[in-house]
């Protein structure tokens, strides 16, 4: 692990097992990612940026996760943010489904709901032959945004990362 993914593992609170013993939750998969994308009008019909969505998250042993996101949302040019805790996370291979509450947003009628998108981790360096690509968030209901993770589906729209990337890490369960 690296980066965002590292830090949000090394933060966490050890276990205390019966007589005293110490031991940390055991970690599944993590991901962690910056990446920025703009689409022109021929797609949506209008221009749309994600300028960035950011997150880390680890999931355990356990089927618990623990993260945080943040996206930064440009629509004809008008700017709409959300940020929440990670929640939900599956991950197969250099894929990963990624999900959670919006707790906070410029557009209050959003906060309560949750937010879903999915990532393909395709390389590493600072120019990488294929670039690592995202989904836009979705946004919908927290029960959605659960079953987004859970069904772990293929993409409708998915683009390459034009700057930023993506770390996706499965470590088994």
């Given at each position: 692990?690296s980066g965002a ?12 097992l ?14 962690d ?8 009008p021929a797609t949506?019909?209008?221009?749309v ?8 998250a680890v999931?355990f042993a ?7 996101w943040h996206?930064?949302?440009y ?8 940020s929440?805790?990670v929640?939900c996370?599956?991950?197969?291979g250099?894929r ?11 557009d209050p009628?959003t906060?309560?709901?949750?937010a879903?998108?999915?990532?393909a ?10 670039p690592?690509?995202?989904t836009f ?7 959605a945004?659960?079953q ?7 993409p409708h729209?998915?683009?390459d990362?034009?700057?930023g ?9």
């Amino acid at each position: 692990m690296s980066g965002a993914v590292a830090a949000t593992a090394s933060m966490l609170v050890p276990l205390v097992l019966a007589g005293g013993a110490v031991a940390a939750p055991r970690v599944a998969a993590a991901v962690d990612g910056s990446t920025h994308v703009l689409v022109g009008p021929a797609t949506f019909g209008v221009t749309v940026q994600q300028d960035p969505l950011t997150y880390d998250a680890v999931l355990f042993a356990d089927g618990s996760v623990r993260g945080r996101w943040h996206y930064d949302y440009y629509e004809a040019g008008v700017l709409t943010t959300y940020s929440g805790r990670v929640t939900c996370l599956a991950v197969k291979g250099n894929r990963a489904w990624v999900g959670g509450p919006i707790e906070h947003s410029s557009d209050p009628t959003t906060v309560g709901l949750g937010a879903w998108w999915q990532v393909a981790d395709l390389g590493a360096g600072r120019h990488p032959v294929v670039p690592d690509r995202t989904t836009f968030a979705g946004i919908g209901t927290l029960d959605a945004t659960q079953q987004y993770c859970d069904s772990a589906p293929d993409p409708h729209f998915i683009f390459d990362v034009q700057s930023g990337g993506v770390e996706v890490k499965e470590l088994g369960s």
